[in-house]
């Protein structure tokens, strides 16, 4: 590391000096060419920042971070705060780690600029790093509340000009370290890309790139820099990635394995070129997941979304069981960011469904509306039928509507539908839903507002105000937009709440579904309103039935109803109670609906239907079938063939002991 005196830089300014073997601050005099130069060029060059929010970024080596007992008050650094400062005497002989994280640890203790200058003037040698530190330091306390400029006294001060000053003119002498954090520091302060002090810090860094000098964790910072200053496209990235995938992955600390991703996620469309080395840090990851921190690990899984990294699962798995830990440590943003990747990598963990019910039970009115949306995507996405989760969300959209844009209702409402399930609060809950619709009902996108409606319907909490515009041609157009037809699954949509309307809401006179825009089956491959039946549950149920009623022609199975769904099994019954063959259509008083309800058909863990089968069910009952349930969880408690057939038997027939054919 390249030790440079601040007097050596200072003489070019007339009006810094030495003194008491430290430098003091600065003491009045005619402003010399040199001076007025200097101060001009980095007056109008700071004078260029873009108000865009800074974020604060750690250097290496840094200590704890200790906040200052006497918050912005300055005091000189005489006598009552010499000791703090004095043991940097030995500074300009050789410096150890023990010196650096002293150094740190005064600087990061200071809470305003004129605490930091003072402090790094009173030291005779001021190694570059740690000039970059300081630099650095200053542009986080240096900013007032909401202005992302810093403070024109700042930008004036001889030693702070100074300290520029020795960057832009001598940057060969810099560290490889201290040249990345330098740049690092300047660009958070979205400076002028074409300013000569960032011009010529990265030349000088992309000389040291071409000649492969720059460690892993210098590569990470200055990736990232680029980034920023020149964006995904930088010529130069591709070259940073290159040369990170020759370093040895034993070299790099938790930090940079993380960066590394963060790197990579900007030019997520050429993942493929890179996905081998991926592969390896995927696998590296599992080592360091434990020295992570919240931020961090929300960064991970955030960047393995942008990846598409589904294979690496092991990772995703371990991730998961420290995120448990890291929920109350959270913000919103970070929050958010665990969520949406469990949410798409369809990850669930009993543990951390507890853990977040706990903080969504009591955090729930100060979470961010995104969060609890993205908070019922997790539970919507893995079927989880959390109650303390669904009636705190429940109570803060009561409270909170207001807070919530279309897309976070749209949500926040549709996992109700889903998961069968209705908050003690159910009442305001939907009246509330129903003031908001009413209020601001052409804000809804078409598809988002009929998923809202179709979910409320599953419920039994039946949108009757809104049928009559949902049904009219202008909707429909709507709905259809510049395509040439309504996509499937919002047709089914429509269908079913129709159905609805005939079934649940008779006293609806409004109007009615043209044709065109019904179904003739609720069940299709890629976008279904039921459940397709559990093969093997299905062919072992088929099999008893052939059991119990004789033969194979007593009964049908996978019939399409006039009314869209498809029952798994029917059996027809005459007056009598006698089974007919299926083939007959005369003497046909009564129809069974053998519903055969598979794991598929349930919330996760549980012996509760989701809306949708839910809804069939009740439909079909309306239209005079009659139900029979035969749910996986009691058929597994079966011990044998001949269990199952007495089973079909107590179902089908609960007031027989033999079985009429």
């Known amino acids: 590391m390249a030790s440079i005196t601040l007097w050596r830089n200072f003489c070019h300014l007339a009006d810094v000096r030495l003194c008491g073997g430290g430098l003091s601050a600065l003491k009045s005099r005619p402003v010399n060419p040199i001076n007025q130069a200097v101060r001009g060029h980095l007056h109008a060059w700071f004078c260029s920042l873009q108000p865009e929010p800074l974020r604060v970024v750690s250097l290496p080596a840094r200590g704890k971070k200790f906040h200052s007992e006497n918050g912005n008050d300055l005091h000189p650094l005489g006598e009552q705060r010499f000791s703090q400062v004095h043991s940097w005497d030995r500074l300009d002989r050789n410096l150890n780690s023990e010196d650096e994280q002293m150094f740190y640890r005064r600087l990061n203790s200071l809470t305003s600029w004129e605490e930091v200058l003072s402090f790094i003037s009173t030291l005779e040698v001021l190694p570059d790093a740690m000039a970059a530190g300081a630099l650095q330091r200053i542009c986080e ?16 001060n001889s030693i702070f000009q100074a300290l520029c000053f020795r960057f832009e003119q001598q940057p060969a002498l810099l560290s490889n370290t201290g040249l990345v954090t330098t740049l690092q520091a300047l660009v958070l302060l979205h400076a002028d890309h074409q300013s000569s002090l960032i011009l010529s810090l990265v030349a000088e860094c992309q000389k040291r790139l071409q000649t492969g000098v720059l460690e892993a964790a210098d590569l990470c910072i200055l990736g990232e820099t680029l980034i920023r200053l020149q964006g995904p496209g930088c010529v130069m990235l591709e070259l940073i990635l290159h040369q990170l995938q020759s370093k040895r992955l034993e070299t790099f600390t938790p930090e940079n394995t993380v960066a590394f991703y963060r790197i990579l996620q900007t030019r997520a469309e050429k993942v493929d070129q890179h996905q081998t080395f991926l592969n390896r840090i995927n696998n590296f990851s599992l080592s360091v997941i434990h020295c992570l921190s919240p931020k961090s690990v929300s960064q991970m899984l955030a960047a393995l979304v942008v990846l598409d990294q589904t294979q690496a699962w092991r990772l995703i798995m371990k991730l998961g069981k420290y995120v448990v830990r890291y929920i109350p440590h959270f913000n919103n943003e970070e929050l958010g960011k665990v969520l949406e990747a469990f949410t798409y990598f369809g990850y669930s963990d009993r543990f951390f469904t507890k853990a977040l019910e706990e903080h969504v039970a009591s955090h729930c009115l100060s979470l961010d509306p995104e969060v609890v949306s993205k908070v019922m995507g997790y539970c919507s996405r893995n ?35 889903k998961l069968n399930y209705l908050p003690p609060n159910a009442s305001a809950f939907f009246r509330k839903l129903e003031n908001v619709l009413s209020m601001d009902f052409n804000h809804f ?16 909490c039946h949108p009757v105000n809104f049928m009559a515009k949902i049904f009219s041609p202008f909707f429909l157009q709507q709905l259809q937009g510049e395509e040439s037809y309504v996509d499937r699954l919002s047709l089914a949509r429509l269908t079913q709440l ?7 809401c008779p006293f609806y006179k409004g109007p009615k579904l043209f044709p065109k825009f019904q179904v003739q089956s609720f069940l299709t491959p890629c976008c279904s309103l039921e459940t397709p039946v559990d093969f093997l549950l299905c062919k072992y149920v088929i099999t008893a039935l052939v059991d119990l009623l004789g033969a194979r022609r007593y009964f049908t199975s996978k019939v399409l109803t006039p009314y869209c769904y498809t029952l798994d099994v029917e059996i027809k019954l005459d007056e009598e109670g006698f089974v007919l063959p299926f083939t007959a259509n005369e003497d046909v008083h009564k129809r069974v609906a053998l519903c055969i309800d598979g794991p598929d058909r349930f919330c996760s863990n549980s012996s509760h239907l989701l809306g949708k089968e839910a809804a069939k069910q009740r439909h079909l009952r309306l239209l005079g079938y009659q139900v029979v349930q035969v749910p996986y969880h009691e058929v597994e408690t079966l011990k044998s063939r001949l269990a199952l057939v007495e089973y079909l038997q107590g179902k089908l027939f609960p007031q027989n002991s033999l079985v009429h054919r």
Do not use: W, Y
């Open 383 to 417: 079927l989880i039928l959390s109650k303390p989760i669904l009636n705190a969300v429940a109570e803060t959209f009561v409270c909170q509507s207001e807070k919530f844009s279309p897309a976070q209702i749209s949500e926040l409402i549709e996992p109700f539908g």
């Open 498 to 504: 129709f159905l609805t309307c005939v079934l649940e």
């Open 445 to 460: 996108p078409p598809k988002m507002l009929l998923r809202v409606l179709h979910s409320c319907s599953l419920v039994e």
């Open 141 to 156: 306390v240096g900013k007032g509340d909401g202005d992302q400029r810093l403070p024109k006294a700042i930008l004036e």
